[in-house]
T-cell receptor, first 114, second 114 residues
Framework: KAGVTQTPRYLIKTRGQQVTLSCSPI?????VSWYQQTPGQGLQFLFE???????NKGNFPGRFSGRQFSNSRSEMNVSTLELGDSALYLC?????????????FGDGTRLSIL | AQTVTQSQPEMSVQEAETVTLSCTYD???????LFWYKQPPSRQMILVIR??????QNATENRFSVNFQKAAKSFSLKISDSQLGDAAMYFC???????????FGAGTTVTVRA
C-alpha cells in the first residue's frame, strides 16, 4: 500500500507570493492533518480535515488555509508569504477520526521563503 | 491547550544498551491518547508506540516500552537493546479525546554509539 505522498518535496518562494502544497493520503484514509515543523517552534498543528470538512484548526493566521477533496486528497494554501513561513510542512493521514488511530506521515514539503 | 514537555534535548546510548526518554504533559482531561513518534534524518515520522489513557497496562512494542504514570502525567519511553537504526529524533505526542488535536513535545535526539 502506498504511503502518504506530499508534493512538491522542495519549494522556494519569495515574500508576498502564495503557495499550494498537496497531500495524497493512504488509500482508504479519510482524515488528513497538516503540521508545520520549524527548529524554533517545533511541530505545530495547522488543521485537520475529515470527509471534506475542517474539523480542527490550530493557532495560525488566516493566511493558512486548506481543503480536502472527495477522494480525501488535501491541499494547503499559504498566501502573502512571510520569511517566518519557511518550514517543513508535514501531512499525516489516518483511517478515521478516532483518537487512538495512529497518524501516518508523509516526507513533507520543505518551503523556503527568500 | 495541552502542553507536552520533553526535558532531554539529547540522549546518547551505547549500542545494545537501554535508554529512557522522558515526557510529561499537562491536561485536565480524563480521555486522551499518548504517542511516541520517531523522525530519522530521512525525516519521515514513524509511529513507535501508543497508549490509551484509560488503560493502566503499559504498552510494549518489541524493544520499545512505555512507563505510563497517569497521576504524575508522565509517559516515558524505554528503548532496550539499542540499535544503530534507532538513532533519530523522538517526539512525545498528546491527543485530546475531545477534539483529537495532536500536540507534540520539542523532541529528544537519540544518538547510538557503536
Amino acid at each position: 500500500k502506498a504511503g502518504v505522498t506530499q508534493t512538491p518535496r522542495y519549494l522556494i518562494k519569495t515574500r508576498g507570493q502564495q503557495v499550494t502544497l498537496s497531500c495524497s493520503p493512504i488509500s482508504g484514509h479519510r482524515s488528513v492533518s497538516w503540521y508545520q515543523q520549524t527548529p524554533g517552534q517545533g511541530l505545530q498543528f495547522l488543521f485537520e480535515y475529515f470527509s471534506e470538512t475542517q474539523r480542527n484548526k490550530g493557532n495560525f493566521p488566516g493566511r493558512f488555509s486548506g481543503r480536502q477533496f472527495s477522494n480525501s486528497r488535501s491541499e494547503m494554501n499559504v498566501s502573502t508569504l512571510e520569511l517566518g513561513d519557511s518550514a517543513l510542512y508535514l501531512c499525516a493521514s489516518s483511517l478515521d477520526s478516532g483518537g487512538y488511530q495512529p497518524q501516518h506521515f508523509g516526507d513533507g514539503t520543505r518551503l523556503s521563503i527568500l | 491547550a495541552q502542553t507536552v514537555t520533553q526535558s532531554q534535548p539529547e540522549m546518547s546510548v551505547q549500542e545494545a544498551e537501554t535508554v529512557t526518554l522522558s515526557c510529561t504533559y499537562d491536561t485536565s482531561e480524563s480521555d486522551y491518547y499518548l504517542f511516541w513518534y520517531k523522525q530519522p534524518p530521512s525525516r519521515q515520522m514513524i509511529l513507535v508506540i501508543r497508549q490509551e489513557a484509560y488503560k493502566q497496562q503499559n504498552a510494549t512494542e518489541n524493544r520499545f516500552s512505555v512507563n505510563f504514570q497517569k497521576a504524575a502525567k508522565s509517559f516515558s519511553l524505554k528503548i532496550s537493546d539499542s540499535q544503530l537504526g534507532d538513532a533519530a529524533m523522538y517526539f512525545c505526542a498528546y491527543r485530546s479525546g475531545s477534539d483529537y488535536k495532536l500536540s507534540f513535545g520539542a523532541g529528544t535526539t537519540v544518538t547510538v554509539r557503536a
